[in-house]
C-alpha cells in the first residue's frame, strides 16, 4: 500500500498510461456521423471508468446529440463542491496523410503518447480521475465533494450540454467549477487561464448560375461564387488583420494597464516561442497591437475551409454553381456570438460583389470568460502549481474558446478554474496531436494537491 | 437497302443511339487514375467500331498517358484527305449529387441523352462515324480520303496526342481537319467556329505554418493560406473582371471592326440566351466590352477549386499549413501559355500578403485559333449546314479551348473546320450532361453531305 498519494501516483503510473491508450483508442469524432456509435462508446468507457472508482453516482444522460456522463460523489455537506468538466469527444483527422503514425493508435515517442484527443481533452481529463482515484484508495475518501460532467459535443458546439446546463443549476451546485483543457506557456512554466475568447462559427454560402458552368463557354460573363467569396473574404478582412466589421470594433472591451503593459513586454518571450512553433520567421495580423493582445483579447475572422468547383488530381474547369467558406470568429468575453453573427451579416451583405446570392448559417456560437482571480480556488491552484513545479503560475489570456466556462460562470455564479496541462506544441487539431507523459503525472500530483487545499 | 444516304441514316438511327449509350457508359474519366482501365477500354470500343465499319487500318498507339486510337481508309490519291479529330475521354462527375441519374447509365429524358460525356465528345464522334458509314454502306466506298485521331486525354492537357502529332506531321498530312467538339447556337440557328481561346491551367500553392493550426490557440498572430489566397485572387481579378497581369494586356491582339460591330450589336440576342442558360439576372465581368467580345477574344482567369482546411460536415477550427488554387486563364490565339504563366508567376510573387511563401504548376497549356473563312473546306461546311439546317450558319467565336486546332494549323498547315453540334444547355463539364437526340441525326446528315461536298 501506497503512503502518499504521490507514491501512489508514481505506482500506478503505467495502469493510467495504459487506460489513457485504451480511451484514445475509440474514434469519438464528434462532428462525423459515421462516428456516432464510437462516440457513445467513449462515453460508455468513462462511465465505467467513474463505477470502477467507487462513485456512488453515475448517470449517462441522452441529449438530441451525443450523450453526457454525469457522476458525483458527496462525502461531507461541510465542505465545498467542486465541479470537474471535460470532453471526452475529439475533433476530426484529416488531412490524415499527414499523421506519423494512424490517428487513432496511441504510440509512445519521446516521452509523448500521440493520438487524436491525446491533449483535448482525454489525458487531461484522466489525469484529473486519477488524482481523485489518489485520494479515495490513499485516504480512503474525496477530500470534498466531487461533480463531474463529462460531454460529447465540445468540437460540434456542445448544444446538448448547454440545455443540460442551463436547466439543471440545482443538480449542477457548486462551489467552484475546474476545467482542464487548456495549456501551459512551457513545461518548466505553469499558467492559470485568466480570459477566454468566445467563438461564432459560420457558413458563408454564395450562389451564382443556377448550374456548374464550363469555364470556356462561360468565362468572361459568368458569375464564379469561389471568386466572389474571395473578394469578399479580402473585404472582411485584410492582409493587415483588420476586421471590417464596424460594430465589433465599438463593442470591444476595457484592459488594465497592468495586462496591456504585460502584453508589450512579453516577459516569457512568448512571440518567440510562436514563431518557433509555428515554424515561421514573423507573425501576421494586426501589427498596432502586440501578439499577446492579439491572442487574447482582440477579435479573429478565420476562414477555415472553401468548397466548391473540384480540387481533385488534374484539370477541371468548372465554374461552380455554388461556394461555400467555413469562416469563425474569436471573440473577447463581453461578446454576445448571435449579436456579432447579426453584424457579420450586415458587412457580408455589404460587400458581396455584385451579382451573386448570399446566405449565412450561423453553426455555433459561445461566450468567452474572462476570470476575477482574487478567490481562495484561484489560490488554491496556484499555490498547488507552485508547490508541484517549484515555480509561481502567470496568470494567461487563452485564445481559444471554452463555451462552457462562460455558461458556468453566468449559470452557477461559481468561479471557474481553467488550469491545463496541455503544451503550446501539443497540436491540438492538427495532424500527431501528442500530450506529454511528464505532464500527464505531474498534472495528477498538482489536481491531488489541489483538492487537498480546497478542503477546508 | 436504302437507296440514299439520308434514308439509312434514317433507318439506322435506333442502332447509333443503342451504340452510343453502349459507349457512354464506359466510365473513361482521364483525370482519375482508377479510371484508367476505363479510359483504356472506351479507347478499345471506338477501335472496334473503325474496324466494324471496314477500316482497312485501325491502330491503338500507346502514349506515356492514355493511347491513341487511329485509323486510315485512302480511297483515291486524286481525291482530298480529310482528317478527323475528336476525344474519347470525358470529365468527372462530381458534384455527383446533384445528378438527376447516375452519371454513367445513359438515359433519354425528353429527347435528349443524359451522360457523362454525351456532348463532350462521344455523340459528336459516334455522328461522324454515323455519316461515314452512311457513304460505306449505301455508296459503297467513302467519297474522300479519311484519316481519324482520336485521343483520350483532351481533359487532361493532351500530351500525348500534343507529342504524336508534331512528330507524325506525314503520317497525318492532310487538307483539312474537322473537329467536331463545339456547340451551335441555337438549334434552328448553325455556326461554324472561327476562333477559339487557349488556355493555361495552374496551381498555385500558398504555405503559412510548418502544420495545421488551432484558431483558438493562434488565431491573430498565424498565417493563414486560405485568406492569402483569398487577398491574392482578389488582387490578380477585380470585381469588375479586369485581371491584373500588365503583360498580358499590352499582347492582346487587334480584332477586325466587322467582328466588334457583331459583338456590339449582339443581332442573334446571345447575351439573353447567356441569362437565361445561366439562370442569371445579370452577367457578371468586365463590363467596358460587349458580352461577345468577353466570350470569344477577352482573357479571362477563373479559380475551379480551393484545397486546404475543413470543408466536411460540422465546423472544425483549423488554420491550414497549405492551400492551393486551382486556377485557369482563357487567353486569345495569339499568346502561348507557357509565357503567360511567367507573366501570371510575377504577378502572384508581387500580389501575395508577406508571411506567406507561394509556388505555382503549370498543369497543363494550350494555343487558341483563329480560322480564315476564305477556304473551300469552310465553304463546304458552310453549304452543309444551309441544306439540312435550311439557314445559313454564323461564324462565331468559341470561348472554349481545344488547343489540339491549334497545333493542327501549326504541324500541318491545314484549315480546321470547326463544326460543333451541342447546344449551350448541353451542361458539358456541369451535372446532366447531355446531347440532343435530334441533333444527333441532323449532325449525320450534315456531315455525310459535307463529306460528299469536299470530294472532288
Redesign the interface.
Known amino acids: 500500500m501506497a503512503a502518499t498519494r504521490d507514491q501512489y501516483l508514481e505506482e500506478h503510473n503505467g495502469r493510467f498510461v495504459e487506460a489513457l491508450q485504451e480511451w484514445l483508442a475509440i474514434p469519438s469524432i464528434?462532428?462525423?456521423?459515421e462516428h456516432q456509435e464510437d462516440v457513445y462508446m467513449a462515453a460508455e468507457w468513462v462511465r465505467n471508468r467513474l463505477v470502477y472508482m467507487g462513485f456512488p453516482e453515475v448517470r449517462t444522460i441522452p441529449t438530441n446529440g451525443h450523450p453526457l456522463v454525469y457522476g458525483e460523489w458527496l462525502v461531507d455537506p461541510h465542505q465545498p463542491t467542486l465541479l470537474f468538466y471535460g470532453h471526452y469527444d475529439v475533433?476530426?483527422v484529416?488531412?490524415v496523410d499527414?499523421w506519423q503514425s494512424p490517428p487513432f493508435e496511441p504510440v509512445i515517442r519521446d516521452g509523448n503518447i500521440y493520438c487524436r484527443g491525446a491533449s483535448d481533452d482525454k489525458a487531461q481529463i484522466l489525469l484529473v480521475l486519477a488524482a481523485l482515484e489518489s485520494w479515495i484508495r490513499v485516504d480512503g475518501r474525496l477530500p470534498v465533494n466531487i461533480k463531474i460532467l463529462l460531454e460529447g459535443e465540445e468540437?460540434?458546439?456542445g448544444a446538448g450540454v448547454d440545455r443540460f446546463v442551463s436547466k439543471n443549476a440545482e443538480l449542477l451546485e457548486a462551489d467552484a467549477v475546474l476545467i482542464c483543457d487548456t495549456?501551459m506557456v512551457d513545461i518548466s512554466q505553469p499558467s492559470i487561464i485568466n480570459g477566454l475568447?468566445g467563438?461564432l462559427?459560420t457558413e458563408i454560402i454564395v450562389s451564382?448560375?443556377?448550374?456548374?458552368?464550363?469555364?470556356?463557354?462561360?468565362?468572361?460573363?459568368?458569375?464564379?461564387p469561389?471568386?466572389?467569396?474571395?473578394?469578399l473574404?479580402?473585404?472582411l478582412?485584410?492582409?493587415d488583420?483588420v476586421i471590417h466589421i464596424p460594430e465589433l470594433h465599438e463593442a470591444l472591451p476595457e484592459v488594465s494597464a497592468a495586462e496591456k503593459e504585460f502584453w508589450r513586454e512579453d516577459p516569457l518571450r512568448i512571440e518567440d516561442a510562436?514563431c518557433r512553433e509555428?515554424?515561421?520567421e514573423?507573425?501576421?495580423?494586426?501589427n498596432d497591437f502586440p501578439?499577446l493582445e492579439?491572442?487574447g483579447v482582440?477579435p479573429?475572422l478565420?476562414?477555415?475551409?472553401?468548397?466548391?468547383?473540384?480540387?481533385?488530381?488534374?484539370?477541371?474547369?468548372?465554374?461552380?454553381a455554388e461556394a461555400?467558406a467555413?469562416v469563425?470568429l474569436?471573440l473577447p468575453a463581453n461578446l454576445v456570438p448571435d449579436e456579432v453573427f447579426g453584424w457579420l451579416k450586415k458587412a457580408v451583405k455589404q460587400h458581396i460583389?455584385?451579382?451573386y446570392a448570399v446566405r449565412l448559417v450561423n453553426?455555433?456560437g459561445g461566450r468567452g470568460v474572462a476570470v476575477n482571480p482574487d478567490n481562495s480556488y484561484i489560490q488554491a491552484a496556484t499555490a498547488a502549481l507552485s508547490a508541484i513545479y517549484g515555480r509561481e503560475p502567470v496568470f494567461m489570456r487563452?485564445?481559444?474558446?471554452i463555451p462552457i466556462a462562460a455558461l458556468f460562470d453566468a449559470v452557477l455564479g461559481a468561479p471557474v478554474v481553467l488550469m491545463g496541462f496541455g503544451l503550446?506544441d501539443d497540436?491540438?487539431?492538427?495532424?500527431?496531436e501528442k500530450f506529454s507523459l511528464e505532464q500527464f503525472h505531474l498534472g495528477m500530483r498538482t489536481v491531488a494537491e489541489f483538492l487537498g487545499k480546497i478542503a477546508r
Do not use: W
Not at 469561389?226 to 473578394?231: E, T
Not at 497540436?427 to 500527431?432: F, K, R, V, W
Open positions: 464528434s462532428t462525423l456521423s475533433q476530426p484529416d488531412p499527414e468540437e460540434a458546439g495549456h475568447r467563438i462559427y451564382g448560375a443556377k448550374t456548374d458552368l464550363h469555364s470556356g463557354s462561360y468565362g468572361g460573363v459568368a458569375p464564379n469561389l471568386h466572389a467569396l474571395c473578394v473574404l479580402s473585404r478582412k485584410g492582409e488583420g510562436l509555428m515554424g515561421v514573423q507573425l501576421v495580423g494586426e501578439p492579439r491572442l482582440r479573429t478565420e476562414v477555415h475551409g472553401i468548397r466548391g468547383g473540384f480540387t481533385g488530381q488534374g484539370a477541371k474547369t468548372v465554374i461552380p461555400v467555413k469563425s474569436r460583389p455584385a451579382g453553426l455555433h487563452e485564445g481559444g474558446s503550446p497540436g491540438a487539431h492538427a495532424p500527431n
